[in-house]
């Protein structure tokens, strides 16, 4: 197992030097699910929200967190994304988002990803709090990254799980 590099040789937490390394594409992509009552999935499906578009909303929503990640998560660089985007669908007793971040650049782009999804998985809690307090926010996790020293990375499949 590699070592945690957000720590100093005395254990002291710090922004990690990036400067030397390479401007390479990067690419991360997450996903993430938030259950809920069936009805309240074919409100949103319908689109017939009291609220409005709240695929649309939340789509915007992780976006913006995307872009913002920098100034969320204490030790995370500042980045340039070149691109986001978020694909939600609606199941039968839940929303599935997906976000795909990138970067030409020194850093991945994990935590933009992963950002992304679980603002967008939060907006549509806010949006469907008034109708379904039950909903359940599972299963964020990072899919695959690509660029970098390390490569590409690809998440294995859980026995049982459905994509």
Same mark, same amino acid.
């Given at each position: 197992?590699?070592?945690? !590099?957000?720590?100093?040789?005395?254990?002291?937490?710090?922004?990690?030097?990036?400067?030397?390394?390479?401007?390479?594409?990067?690419?991360?992509?997450?996903?993430?699910?938030?259950?809920?009552?069936?009805? !309240?999935?074919?409100?949103?499906?319908?689109?017939?929200?009291?609220?409005?578009?709240?695929?649309?909303?939340?789509?915007?929503?992780?976006?913006?967190?995307?872009?913002?990640?920098?100034?969320?998560?204490?030790?995370?660089?500042?980045?340039?994304?070149?691109?986001? !985007?978020?694909?939600?669908?609606?199941?039968?007793?839940?929303?599935?988002?997906?976000?795909?971040?990138?970067?030409?650049?020194?850093?991945?782009?994990?935590?933009?990803?992963?950002?992304?999804?679980?603002?967008?998985?939060? !907006?549509?809690?806010?949006?469907?709090?008034?109708?379904?307090?039950?909903?359940?926010?599972?299963?964020?996790?990072?899919?695959?990254?690509?660029?970098?020293?390390?490569?590409?990375?690809?998440?294995?499949?859980?026995?049982?799980?459905?994509?």
């Amino acid at each position: 197992m590699t070592e945690f !590099t957000h720590f100093d040789d005395s254990g002291q937490a710090h922004m990690v030097d990036v400067g030397a390394k390479p401007v390479t594409h990067r690419v991360a992509i997450a996903e993430g699910r938030i259950r809920m009552q069936a009805e !309240t999935a074919d409100r949103i499906r319908a689109g017939d929200h009291r609220k409005g578009d709240v695929l649309g909303v939340a789509r915007v929503a992780g976006i913006m967190a995307a872009k913002r990640t920098g100034e969320l998560i204490p030790l995370c660089h500042p980045i340039g994304l070149t691109r986001v !985007t978020l694909e939600l669908e609606t199941g039968a007793d839940h929303v599935r988002v997906q976000a795909t971040c990138e970067v030409q650049g020194q850093t991945g782009v994990e935590m933009e990803a992963l950002t992304a999804v679980t603002v967008a998985l939060l !907006t549509v809690y806010d949006m469907c709090k008034a109708v379904d307090r039950g909903m359940r926010i599972e299963g964020v996790r990072l899919l695959e990254k690509h660029g970098g020293r390390s490569g590409s990375w690809f998440a294995e499949t859980q026995a049982g799980e459905k994509e």
